[in-house]
């Protein structure tokens, strides 16, 4: 997934074939108001927030598709100044494009992160948190600083939960999760600062 901004209301984002084939949708029942397309757009928004500091928020969207036969396709992200009419990816292409115009590749299985990320826009949040953690977590835990946002990165496969319900409730009331932590992993380990690498959880429990 490739995001670029036009200009300070406008961005246009190329999405691959393999990018549909990694969320499990099917571009000939391509259909906005199934979870995988709909976060597909929330995972676009998010990457155009943090890469281009391009945020939605209120506003009313125009989005607009193009077919680009050998990438997929190319959505134009417009935030209208005046009431306008929100037409859903979906509608679109299907008034749009001949299914011939777009080729499909075999689906592919869905590929499961095993990466967890959450963000903070408040360090006192992420203090309390790694308080309540220390005693039901043992594992690998990575913060990075981008602008004001503090960025926390757990490894599935590198830790230990003592009870995971527990664990995933304490997470989503101090922090937010990040849907795409592939991307956001490689996105802050090029332009973030690593703050704590590894144990992180444990050295602002303990220090802060």
Sequence with gaps: MKIEKINENKIKVTIS???????????????????ETQELFWDMMEQAEMQLGFTASDAQLCIEA???????????ITKMDEENEFES????????????????????KRVCSTLVMYSFDDFENLCVLSKRL????????????????????????????DNLSAFDLILNEYGRKIKNSNF?????????????????????????
Excluded: C, M, Q
Aim: no cysteine; proline share 1%; aromatic share 16%.
């Design 184 to 208: 956001y992993e490689g996105y802050l380990n090029e332009y973030a600062v690593k703050v704590i690498e590894g144990t992180a959880i444990e050295t602002i429990a303990n220090y802060f």
């Design 134 to 161: 220390s005693d039901i977590y043992s594992g690998e835990s990575t913060l990075y600083k981008f602008k004001d946002t503090y960025y926390l990165l757990l490894t599935r496969s590198l830790w230990s939960v």
């Design 17 to 35: 074939f393999n990018d549909l084939e990694e969320r499990n949708i099917d571009l000939n029942s391509l259909n906005y108001n199934s979870p």
């Design 66 to 76: 193009v077919a680009d036969a050998d990438e997929g396709f190319i959505i134009l």
């Design 89 to 108: 990816i979906h509608k679109y292409i299907k008034n749009r494009f001949r299914r011939a115009d777009l080729r499909v590749k075999k689906k592919a």
